[in-house]
């Protein structure tokens, strides 16, 4: 009797799509990681990876190759259990957040709607908030494990800094949601549709520059990128809460960043750069087949998020490294009272446009 | 025994079986760890209830926040198995006699209360923000407001008990750097 309770066809459907996105996330942080270090060759006038195959791009292939067959070295006072724990919920809160972004048109194959988006629940938003929250486990039991002062120190950092952020990244979400009136991303993407209505644009960054500002710093400090890389800080910490680690552990780490790198980057074109929708995609949906449509929603998605990624690098390799004192005084008095102003700007807009 | 029912007892033997992980373990950060992997088995309940609202601000409040602090300052007090206090027999008497009365209150309570066998699983909506939120700026509006002023006091009262008072070492220091 359960067996016919479950609509197989629709668990076949999505563990279909979390597969692929799964695999995708961890394809495009893998070529991330060459990304990364083709663009910092670039900037700093160098050739980069060149050696493994053309323009180095089995480089990530000889990277993870040699991160599995590297000596795997626990450290004798360290806390066995977690020590191991905390690489792993590090990857998964990573990972967590791929669920609810809807990664393209819903479209309709023999009567059956599927949409590319793992979960629609109506509260999307406090979802991310959630795991955002939860991402900061990972390195505070990983630098704690490891029984390194260090490393503590590190996590300590990192506690703090995501702390810190999350409110300004929070308030200045609250001034969207005000605008949007649901929680829920699928909504909120389809009220971007296109790219110009009613006189005005329909993504959320024209209505909400101040807001999409902060969000972006705040997700710099979450994702512990430079210039708010502190918890890593290789002259003060010595590379911090990975410090102990070796082996696939380290590459977990250092996987998940970009995993991170690339769900931030897909959940800031969810918000504010309007999602799959691009201009003109009605004259598209039109005149073109079905497929090619869902086809060109999904590029144009997937084109803004490497557009952040490379945001993201060209950021890392220009700014310097904030002192945390810095990072602090940013967070707490410049950020928070910024979100908290656009906030009240955004309330009264609204309410004089009586939306 | 349908999906909900199999869901209902895998989460709720998780929240029990992590429950008794944070009391039984004796190192302070596996029960921070059991007491996180139970509130998230209580939002699991909450979602079965369909008070997703609920669920998530269980595991952004307590799992989210109030944990990592927990986490926090375990971490920098650098608590061992070993170096743990022991305490003495009068205070663990006082435990007892007093976890007991607690138990007894519980069970009393328990007895009297009667079990509708039949839950609304989804059919109820309540949970949803969007109803949550008409309730609570409708009808609640004055408690909802005077709870965050309470808040709001709160953390003015956390701010001035962390602000160092300036008075102190600035006359000491003078005279030496003259």
């Known amino acids: 009797m359960l067996l016919m309770q479950i609509d197989w066809l629709f668990l076949i459907e999505k563990i279909g799509l979390i597969t692929i996105i799964l695999l995708i996330s961890l394809g495009i942080a893998a070529y991330a990681t060459w990304g990364e270090r083709k663009v910092a060759a670039v900037m700093q006038d160098r050739i980069g990876p060149a050696r493994a195959g053309i323009f180095g791009l089995l480089q990530p292939l000889a990277d993870g190759g040699k991160l599995f067959f590297k000596e795997e070295i626990i450290p004798q006072s360290a806390s066995k259990i977690i020590f191991v724990l905390g690489p792993a919920m590090f990857m998964v809160t990573a990972l967590m957040t791929s669920a609810i972004i809807p990664w393209g048109p819903s479209f309709e194959v023999g009567g059956r709607i599927i949409s590319l988006q793992v979960a629609d629940i109506n509260i999307g938003i406090l979802f991310i908030f959630g795991v955002v929250s939860l991402g900061v486990y990972g390195i505070m039991l990983g630098g704690w494990a490891s029984n390194n002062k260090y490393s503590l120190l590190s996590s300590i950092r990192a506690a703090s800094q995501s702390i810190s952020y999350e409110l300004a990244m929070g308030i200045s979400l609250i001034a969207l949601l005000m605008l949007t009136g649901t929680l829920s991303l699928h909504d909120i993407v389809e009220q971007q549709h296109g790219f110009w209505a009613d006189g005005y644009f329909t993504w959320n960054f024209f209505k909400q520059p101040l807001g999409f500002f902060i969000f972006l710093v705040c997700a710099f400090a979450e994702l512990n990128r430079a210039p708010f890389d502190l918890p890593e800080c290789e002259s003060e910490l010595n590379m911090g809460f990975h410090l102990e680690y070796s082996s696939m552990k380290l590459g977990l780490y250092l996987f998940a960043e970009y995993i991170n790198m690339f769900i931030s980057s897909a959940v800031m074109a969810t918000l504010f750069f309007g999602g799959y929708n691009y201009p003109g995609m009605d004259w598209v949906a039109a005149h073109a087949p079905q497929w090619l449509f869902v086809l060109s929603g999904v590029t144009a998605f997937f084109i803004k998020i490497i557009a952040f990624i490379l945001f993201f690098m060209l950021i890392r390799w220009t700014l310097p490294r904030f002192r945390y004192d810095q990072l602090m005084k940013l967070g707490w008095k410049s950020l928070i009272p910024l979100a908290l102003i656009n906030m009240l700007i955004t309330g009264g807009v609204a309410l004089w446009l009586g939306k | ?178």
């Not at chain 2, 349908?2 to 944070?22: M, R």
């Not at chain 2, 663990?92 to 066998?117: E, H």
């Open chain 2, 1 to 178: 025994m349908d999906l909900f029912e199999i869901l209902f007892w895998i989460l709720t033997i998780g929240a029990i079986s992590s429950a008794l992980g944070v009391i039984l373990s004796r190192n302070p950060i596996n029960s921070v760890i059991c007491l996180i992997a139970t509130f998230f088995a209580i939002s699991g309940h909450y979602v079965l209830l369909n008070a997703q609202f609920l669920a998530v601000v269980n595991i952004i409040v307590y799992a989210g926040a109030i944990m990592v602090l927990f986490l926090f300052v375990i971490m920098l007090m650098n608590l061992n198995a070993d170096v743990e206090p022991q305490k003495s027999r009068l205070v663990q008497f006082a435990g007892i006699i007093s976890g007991g009365i607690l138990f007894l209150v519980i069970l009393a309570a328990l007895r009297d209360s009667k079990i509708n066998g039949t839950l609304e699983k989804s059919a109820n909506s309540v949970g949803l923000i969007e109803n949550l939120g008409k309730t609570l700026f409708q009808n609640y509006v004055l408690p909802f407001e005077i709870s965050s002023v309470l808040f709001l006091s709160a953390m003015i009262g956390a701010m001035v008990i962390g602000k160092k008072e300036p008075s102190n070492d600035l006359p000491e220091r003078s005279p030496n750097q003259n």
